[in-house]
């Protein structure tokens, strides 16, 4: 089953894009890595964060906010 189906608007994907295709045991892309990861824009992730998970509430079930039950 895809997690996007599963979790509905609790689900959120931080994916940068890579400049390239990188295979897992390439050590030499460490630096590149990790400048990607600096240069990547976490807006949407850190509104994402603030939205779902900073107030004491539990973020809703997909059901409740669409008012299904």
């Known amino acids: 089953m895809n997690v996007k189906l ?3 608007s609790n689900y959120h994907r931080l994916d940068p894009e ?3 295709r990188i295979t897992i045991e390439d050590k030499n892309a460490i630096k ?3 400048q990607v990861a600096m240069d990547a824009n976490l807006d949407d992730t ?3 964060l603030r939205d ?3 107030s ?3 973020p ?3 059901s409740e ?3 299904r039950r």
Do not use: T
Request: hydrophobic share 40%.
């Open 6 to 8: 599963l979790l509905g």
């Open 18 to 20: 890579l400049p390239w």
């Open 32 to 34: 590149e890595l990790v």
């Open 46 to 48: 850190v509104d994402y």
């Open 52 to 54: 779902r998970w900073s």
């Open 56 to 58: 004491s509430d539990p």
């Open 60 to 62: 809703p079930l997909d």
């Open 65 to 67: 906010e669409s008012g």
